[in-house]
């Protein structure tokens, strides 16, 4: 149960960062509800997590899956495809 509670604060995560891209320095109200919303259920999810996993492992796997998907979501919703 806690490696799908932290595979699912992953996902959240992504959303999360993609708010915080979409609020445009949080000028857009919409955006930052979503954000503030993603970015509590991931933090309360991986702290559930934690409860079964150590604190090392728990993290390395929610960044990991956070970095993958995101850039993912990058490159196919925001249509990013250089650095900077």
Known sequence: ???LLLVVAGFF???FAL???LSQGFTRPWPVVGMV???A???SL???AMRGLPVGTAY???TGIGVIALVLAGVVVLR???VG
């Open 1 to 3: 149960m806690a490696w």
């Open 13 to 15: 995560e992504v959303g």
């Open 19 to 21: 708010g915080l891209k």
């Open 37 to 39: 919303f993603s970015g």
């Open 41 to 43: 259920l991931s933090f």
């Open 46 to 48: 991986l702290a559930w």
């Open 60 to 62: 390395a796997v929610w």
């Open 80 to 82: 990013l495809t250089e």
